[in-house]
């Protein structure tokens, strides 16, 4: 798994779990009376049924809110518990971080009992996504290595229930594609930081692209370009969330 012990530093400030996108999730859990949550990170979207967070990196276990559940430091592709140690499992946004997705999701068959809730993308949508395809199509080239198609998680998954997840004009979770309608927002290094993507893409690879995004919005080309988001309230950017039951 790429470690956030550098890009991660700041994650807290601008991932803030978006309640919307909380309630899709803890509906896919269902009635789990107990929640793994692999790839946690400082713990966003956990439901109070969470009883145990795995998370690689340090940094980020630092960041978790007094009054969490207890994390352990530990990979997704390798994780010291028993067989069947919860009912469900969740993983967030973590898959295409794995090194090996193959044996992160087999270790999340392994420890969960009855259900397993994945929220990912689907790169054929989310590399069509404008910031990326009209301006930083060097960091959407980095996700063609990354990305783990959804027809290969639902394999890997033993089956799943595929669900799209629109994201909000106003998502308070500063993820990849959450800004869509607030493109001032990605000139911002603070927002670029917590979005893994473009803070793993070197400065100099940005800045041509960023640079011609500020233009664009000063001389209001963005607006007459994507007049059709302006009066969106969600959008379709790619994330989808499976559901697979044991």
Not at 59 to 77: F, N, W
Not at 179 to 199: C, H, K, M, N, T
């Amino acid at each position: 798994m790429e470690t956030y012990d550098s890009i991660g530093v700041t994650y807290a400030e601008t991932r803030r779990p978006d309640l919307r996108i909380a309630a899709g999730i803890h509906r896919a859990l269902g009635d789990a009376a107990t929640v793994i949550n692999v790839g946690a990170g400082t713990g966003s979207y956990e439901p109070p049924q969470t009883v145990l967070a795995v998370e690689p990196s340090s940094v980020m276990i630092a960041q978790r809110p007094a009054g969490s559940a207890p994390a352990l430091e530990a990979s997704a592709e390798s994780i010291p518990l028993a067989d069947d140690s919860a009912d469900a499992v969740m993983a967030l946004l973590t898959v295409h971080h794995w090194s090996d997705p193959e044996a992160g999701v087999e270790e999340l068959r392994r420890i969960a009992r009855r259900r397993i809730v994945v929220l990912t993308f689907d790169h054929e949508v989310s590399r069509r996504f404008w910031l990326l395809e009209e301006y930083l199509p060097e960091a959407a080239a980095v996700d063609d290595v990354r990305a783990v198609a959804v027809d290969r998680l639902v394999a890997l998954l033993g089956g799943a229930r595929v669900e799209t997840v629109p994201v909000p004009h106003d998502c308070t979770d500063g993820f990849l594609a959450a800004f869509w309608r607030r493109p001032e927002a990605y000139l911002d290094p603070q927002v670029r930081a917590g979005i893994s993507l473009l803070a793993r893409t070197r400065d100099e690879v940005l800045r041509p692209g960023l640079a011609r995004l500020s233009g664009d919005l000063s001389s209001g080309r963005w607006q007459r370009r994507h007049a059709d988001l302006l009066d969106r309230e969600e959008l379709d950017v790619g994330y989808r969330l499976l559901v697979a039951d044991l």
